[in-house]
T-cell receptor, first 114, second 112 residues
Framework: DTAVSQTPKYLVTQMGNDKSIKCEQN?????MYWYKQDSKKFLKIMFS???????INETVPNRFSPKSPDKAHLNLHINSLELGDSAVYFC?????????????FGPGTRLTVL | GQNIDQPTEMTATEGAIVQINCTYQ??????LFWYQQHAGEAPTFLSY????GLEEKGRFSSFLSRSKGYSYLLLKELQMKDSASYLC?????????????FGSGTRLSIRP
């Protein structure tokens, strides 16, 4: 009955590799997000999709590419991983304009780049 | 631009009351959130204020003054499980309705 799920929970990889993180929500929400939380615990939005359309694209290196195959899924692919990409990545979802405004977060993916 | 300020750390005693302040500057304003985040876990929603005043929800209350760009989260009858980071976040009027900007969080430690 998990609302927002992400896989994997932990990801350890070498610099230069390409990796993907998957996110799924079963709340019926129309909007999904990717956030990055660095070592200082600062939570920063990266991307947002509304009904499979990209609506927020913050200043993020183009090595990061989100993909939304349907409104229940939002995946994040990262090319040529760098040391600075090490962080916790959170997926979230919400129903924009639906009365309830809060975002529901997944458990996070802790990415470590060696 | 947007700027959100909150204290980095606070300490309080079990059973007491603590107030966590948040000030913000945004080009427009369309709501303020408080989230709780335990270490190693995801943020969870606590409250949302869009109009001035106090919203009470059990032991937690959130206050907003739009004219002052100020909010606080009030936690009563503190319990050890309240030890967590508390994130203030603002939605501005001119960005996408889905975009919220988070402050850096206040780490609250509860001592017995």
């Amino acid at each position: 009955d998990t609302a927002v799920s992400q896989t994997p929970k932990y990801l350890v990889t070498q610099m230069g590799n390409d990796k993907s993180i998957k996110c799924e929500q079963n709340l019926g929400h129309d909007t999904m997000y990717w956030y990055k939380q660095d070592s200082k615990k600062f939570l920063k939005i990266m991307f947002s999709y509304n009904n499979k359309e990209l609506i927020i694209n913050e200043t993020v290196p183009n090595r990061f590419s989100p993909k939304s195959p349907d409104k229940a899924h939002l995946n994040l692919h990262i090319n040529s991983l760098e040391l600075g990409d090490s962080a916790v990545y959170f997926c979230a979802s919400s129903q924009v304009g639906g009365g309830r405004v809060e975002q529901f977060f997944g458990p996070g993916t802790r990415l470590t780049v060696l | 631009g947007q700027n959100i300020d909150q204290p980095t750390e606070m300490t309080a005693t079990e059973g007491a009351i603590v107030q966590i302040n948040c000030t913000y500057q945004t080009s427009g304003f369309n709501g303020l959130f408080w989230y709780q985040q335990h270490a190693g876990e995801a943020p969870t929603f606590l409250s949302y204020n869009v109009l001035d005043g106090l919203e009470e929800k059990g032991r937690f209350s959130s206050f907003l003054s739009r004219s002052k760009g100020y909010s606080y989260l009030l936690l009563k009858e503190l319990q050890m499980k309240d030890s967590a980071s508390y994130l203030c976040a603002v939605r501005d009027r001119y960005s996408s309705a889905s975009k919220i900007i988070f402050g850096s969080g206040t780490r609250l430690s509860i001592r017995p």
